[in-house]
Structures are given as structure tokens and as C-alpha cells.
């Protein structure tokens, strides 16, 4: 799979695509990954990206033509913009893009991008949740890493991909290591027991309690 980001930060990039996971991908051949910079697409003096809001306000706005020009440049590809006013990002949309050939990875900055680009360029938009980033470069990475690992034999343990968070639309179960006590703190007896049974039950139970008082949404009952 190529993925092209879209980004007037390109060095964003390099530290986080050569850690763990997503630098096995790139090195096995699974993964590649090209920065395509809106600057390199502009052709005034001072490389001009954003712009004045039209009717008036505060902040800038990043304009369409270098945005355009660098989307041209990535060829053709599932297009994906990050924004707040974005559908929340979820595991069902990175299994589906880690099917695709090519993902194109739109990151905005300033105030937001001028409208026509979501309207006329862009696929879909997701948002990494209800907060504010500087712009989309860390959610570019988040979408990344989540996508690297989900590629054919870029995991150890195929799975421990279906063995994870959203399984059956429920949390986890916690997980415990050796040792058995420490500081006082002792892990659950049931896992100390050997009894296989009791110990998928018990994990059953503790994804489901946890899944009520966390993520009530996730049972569909939104209390
Ligand atoms: C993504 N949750 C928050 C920042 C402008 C499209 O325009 C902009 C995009 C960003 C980056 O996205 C986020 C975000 N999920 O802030 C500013």
C-alpha cells in the first residue's frame, strides 16, 4: 500500500515512520509513504498557502490551488481529510483503507481549508475526536499506524488482530503480568487458578462491566 500525505510540515514525518510497527511495514515493502508539500505548488515569492477568510474574521485559511496542485500530484487514491467537523474515526474505517491501494492524506492547519476542497477533492473526513490539533499531521500518523499494522504480514500474530479493543463492540479485558503482588497489589485470583473456565468468565464479565461504566455507547444504551 502507498500512502501520500498531503502536509506543509513534511518533517513530521520521518521520526514516527521509523519506529516499531509502521518501520517494519516500510522496510518489508508492505508500506511506503511520500510527503507531498502544497509549497512546492505555489509560485509566489513567500511560498503563500492560506489567505484572509472571505466575509471577514480572524485567523487564515489555507487556499485551494497549492492544495489542488498537490492532490493532482498524489494521482489517483482514496482521499481522506482530517478536521474536527469530521465523522469520529473508528476501527471499521482503517480496516476498510487497509484495503485500498492508495490512501491520500489531507492535513490542515490554520482556521481550516477552503470549503470546495471537502466539497469537490476529498472522499471523507474524520475527526480523531472532539478536541482541537494545530492541524492534521498527527492524525495522518494516527491513520497510518493503525493501517501498517493491518497489512498482510506486517504483524508477528495475525491474531492478535482480531484478538483486540472492539471485538464483539466491547472493551477489553486487563490484562496482568508477573509479579503476583507488588506493593501490596495482588493480581486476580481467578488468574492465579488454572481453571480455564472461570478465567474466560471471568474476562467476559470484566469487558462488560468495564464496557458499561466507560463506554456505555458502546451497549447502544447512551446512560
Ligand atoms: C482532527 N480531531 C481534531 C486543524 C484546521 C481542516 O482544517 C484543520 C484541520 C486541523 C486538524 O484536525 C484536527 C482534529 N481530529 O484538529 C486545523
Redesign the pocket.
Known amino acids: 500500500m502507498k500512502v501520500s500525505v498531503i502536509t506543509i510540515f513534511p518533517d513530521f514525518f520521518p521520526g514516527p515512520l521509523g519506529i516499531s510497527i509502521v518501520a517494519r511495514a516500510i522496510e518489508q515493502d508492505a508500506l511506503s509513504v511520500e510527503c507531498i508539500d502544497p509549497r512546492a505548488f505555489t509560485d509566489d515569492l513567500h511560498r503563500t498557502v492560506d489567505d484572509a477568510p472571505f466575509g471577514g474574521g480572524a485567523g487564515m485559511v489555507m487556499k485551494i490551488e497549492p492544495i489542488a496542485d498537490a492532490l493532482d500530484a498524489a494521482g489517483p487514491g482514496r482521499r481522506v481529510?482530517?478536521?474536527?467537523a469530521?465523522a469520529p474515526l473508528s476501527q471499521e474505517h482503517l480496516d476498510r483503507w487497509a484495503g485500498e491501494a492508495h490512501l491520500v492524506l489531507l492535513c490542515?492547519?490554520?482556521?481550516?481549508?477552503d470549503q470546495r476542497v471537502a466539497d469537490h477533492l476529498i472522499d471523507e473526513e474524520v475527526?480523531?475526536?472532539d478536541?482541537?490539533?494545530?492541524?492534521?499531521e498527527v492524525?495522518a500518523l494516527a491513520v497510518i499506524e493503525g493501517v501498517a499494522r493491518l497489512l498482510p504480514g506486517v504483524l508477528g500474530n495475525p491474531s492478535s488482530i482480531e484478538h483486540e479493543s472492539f471485538r464483539d463492540g466491547l472493551l477489553e479485558e486487563p490484562q496482568y503480568t508477573r509479579p503476583a503482588e507488588f506493593r501490596g497489589w495482588r493480581v486476580p485470583d481467578v488468574l492465579l487458578s488454572g481453571n480455564h473456565a472461570a478465567v474466560d468468565e471471568w474476562r467476559h464479565e470484566e469487558r462488560v462491566r468495564r464496557t458499561r461504566e466507560r463506554r456505555p455507547d458502546l451497549l447502544g444504551d447512551s446512560s
Open positions: 481529510m482530517f478536521t474536527p469530521g490542515g492547519r490554520y482556521e481550516g481549508i475527526s480523531l475526536g478536541f482541537v490539533l494545530a492541524g492534521g492524525a
